[in-house]
């Protein structure tokens, strides 16, 4: 359905453009400044053509006070570096906590779902306690500004709350689901060396129990930093062994204090301190860690959750995630409008695809959010929630994660609603936030992001650095955004952080999506310009698969590209070369998909693995992962590949032909 993509799908109501939180801020801008903004392209225009102004205007509509004097709102415009609001000072748990006064304090703050206990519930008045109690726990710890905790826990009201409770003594966050194995894990908090791990030993997915005590164990042994471990009890009561000197709590005791929200002390922090460390994966090396900030993570909650989101303290937000995916932070992040949220830990599909809708009526969710796929995989099964469910109440859909289909957005008005802001999203770990997304006011066009978000400076370029407009290139950042990172993790001369994103064009941020603007804002992004895989909403880097596959007896190397796919599907293939006398056999796929299932996700097994006779290599020894992708998607081998930087020329061939085999 070709003819589908662009089609206008919906356009929102009068009554609808009046109540949209941006309609508001757009009043106050223009009562506060002076201006004279009616639609949001003015809007956009004004927040990028004078930045400071914008996000002070944002600190100030939406009452964020600071403790500490600062003289500018951005010190240095120069990417990267930029400083903001240096001198001001914060805490984001309790600003976030504070929005609870926007509505009654016994109104619901998180509804909680899961295949392992049955639906529970927190209100605001007993998460405000709750975050206290855990927070007044970590420092008698010895956990301060500037810790790390770490949490390997389920998505719950748990591990909200021990974010919230290590965000209010200033210390930093890092978490991993469940569902990586040791490895992976491993490979992420060694980095950061955690004084505090919180985890639960065993989730249920799918309707299967999964026990992960000897992941936890291995886990604890290889990290000497960790001084305290706190045990969730989600499957089983037994706890790990842990070596001598590391104290054990389980997670009742940690909460049992005296302290009280009310009388409580939040750690007053820089603007710039460091709040989290989110983890995405180049080509080579070890996970990045993402360090962002407390202030600037504020101001981009407070912007996105009220103008982009339309959240309001009566809403109810919930997408589905880990807290392995940045969404998790976002989810939370819904806090800055007093809204609700909603955590569900389990399988979207169990016992079946009515599963999350049931939710929506039980819960009156009124922001719903999952990646493409799950979308496209109702579609497949020709499953209609509004058959079956009442979803009046939902006013937004939200998807991100990989390019959504012009199929799926009209699947959803076809099989959720008729009147819904539909979002779909870019931007992600990086910046913990979006580059392009939604905004309530604007009509939608069927596969298309609307607009480039407030106070973004984004839009595309060609191979040359000019700007263009219906015409494919890079997408591109060229002023600062508070939440942008303050600096990687363990990355002191800045090499991997301006690698990343500033080493085609300087001073200019490249995201590394292919996308192209339209004349009316709109946006459409067709998959990743760079090296690493976006299966399932999840960014991989391809350096966690080769480290675990040619780590495997009788393979040599390997190459793996993941290919979006028309519909919001996609295509992983893994290419290896084998010693000779080895055979691709089912006992070595199987070798090989247990290792990455184990040491990984499940996320990270490919869907075929195929042997081929040499990986293809640059002059300079990198394996041409983009080139073998855009062979695969059908580029042509002259526009694909620069033969003359080939180290093998002639492995290119193999990949030229198998193009013909990828799936339509």
Same mark, same amino acid.
């Given at each position: ?101 926007? =509505? ?65 003594? #200033? ?113 080579? =090396? ?59 830990? =389990? ?80 931007? #992600? ?124 007896? =009788? ?78 998607? #059908? ?30």
């Amino acid at each position: 359905m070709e003819e589908l993509a662009g089609k206008l799908l919906w356009e929102p109501s009068a009554e609808r453009i009046q109540d949209s939180g941006v309609t508001a801020f757009i009043q106050w801008v223009n009562q506060r400044h002076g201006t004279a903004i009616e639609t949001y392209r003015e809007l956009w225009r004004w927040s990028i053509g004078d930045i400071e102004r914008f996000w002070e205007s944002v600190r100030e509509c939406y009452n964020i006070e600071f403790s500490g004097n600062y003289e500018t709102v951005l010190k240095d415009p120069e990417m990267p570096g930029a400083g903001w609001f240096e001198g001001a000072r914060l805490n984001l748990a309790e600003y976030l906590l504070k929005q609870g006064d926007l =509505g009654d304090l016994g109104r619901t703050a998180i509804f909680a779902e899961s295949e392992s206990f049955a639906p529970t519930s927190i209100d605001w008045r007993d998460l405000r306690e709750q975050v206290a109690r855990f927070a007044t726990f970590l420092r008698s710890k010895g956990v301060g500004p500037g810790d790390h905790v770490a949490a390997y826990l389920p998505i719950s009201i748990e591990s909200v709350v021990a974010l919230l409770g290590t965000i209010s003594v #200033g210390a930093v966050w890092s978490s991993c689901s469940p569902d990586f194995g040791a490895k992976s894990v491993l490979e992420r908090f060694s980095q950061v060396g955690p004084k505090v791990l919180i985890a639960a030993s065993g989730y249920r997915y799918n309707g299967k129990a999964f026990d992960r005590r000897a992941d936890l164990a291995q886990i604890i042994g290889e990290l000497p930093s960790l001084q305290c471990l706190v045990d969730l009890p989600w499957l089983y009561d037994d706890v790990p062994a842990v070596p001598a000197g590391v104290n054990v709590s389980d997670w009742r005791a940690a909460l049992d204090n005296d302290a009280r929200y009310d009388s409580f002390e939040f750690e007053q922090v820089a603007f710039e301190h460091p709040l989290w460390v989110l983890y995405t994966s180049g080509t080579t =090396g070890l996970p990045k860690g993402i360090v962002h900030s407390q202030g600037g993570i504020l101001l981009e909650f407070t912007k996105f959750g009220w103008l982009h989101d339309d959240l309001k303290p009566e809403s109810v937000k919930f997408f589905f995630t880990t807290t392995g995916w940045t969404m998790f932070n976002l989810l939370v992040g819904g806090f800055a409008t007093g809204s609700a949220i909603v955590v569900y830990d =389990g399988c979207p599909s169990y016992p079946d695809y009515s599963k999350l809708w049931e939710m929506c009526a039980r819960f009156g969710i009124t922001y719903f959010g999952a990646n493409p796929t799950y979308f496209n995989a109702l579609a497949n099964r020709q499953y209609s929630p509004r058959e079956h469910f009442d979803l009046t109440k939902i006013r937004t859909i939200a998807t991100t994660g990989s390019p959504v289909s012009p199929e799926n957005f009209a699947w959803i008005y076809e099989n959720v609603g008729d009147d819904i802001h539909v979002v779909s999203m870019s931007g #992600g770990t990086d910046v913990a936030a979006a580059f392009v997304g939604g905004v309530p006011i604007m009509p939608v066009h069927a596969g298309e992001l609307q607009v480039p978000c407030l106070g973004v400076d984004v839009c595309v370029f060609d191979e040359d650095g000019k700007e263009v407009v219906d015409e494919d290139g890079e997408l591109v950042v060229r002023q600062p955004m508070p939440s942008m990172p303050i600096y990687f993790w363990n990355d002191p001369d800045r090499k991997r952080y301006l690698g990343s994103y500033f080493d085609t064009f300087p001073g200019v941020w490249r995201q590394g999506d292919q996308a192209r603007f339209n004349d009316h804002m709109g946006c459409v992004i067709s998959g990743r310009s760079d090296a690493t895989l976006n299966r399932f909403g999840v960014r991989i880097g391809t350096a966690e698969i080769y480290r675990n596959v040619e780590a495997i007896d =009788g393979i040599l190397d390997s190459l793996i590209v993941n290919l979006e796919l028309p519909g919001a599907k996609f295509f992983m293939p893994l290419f290896i070369t084998l010693e000779e006398g080895v055979e691709l056999d089912d006992n070595l796929r199987e070798q090989i998909r247990h290792a990455l299932a184990t040491n990984c996700s499940p996320r990270h097994v490919p869907d075929e693995v195929h042997v081929v006779e040499a990986i293809p290599y640059t002059l300079s020894g990198k394996k041409q992962e983009i080139p073998v992708k855009k062979l695969l998607l #059908g580029v042509p081998a002259e526009k694909a590949v620069k033969l003359e930087a080939s180290a093998n020329p002639e492995a290119i061939n193999f990949f030229v032909d198998f193009a013909s085999h990828v799936p339509g």
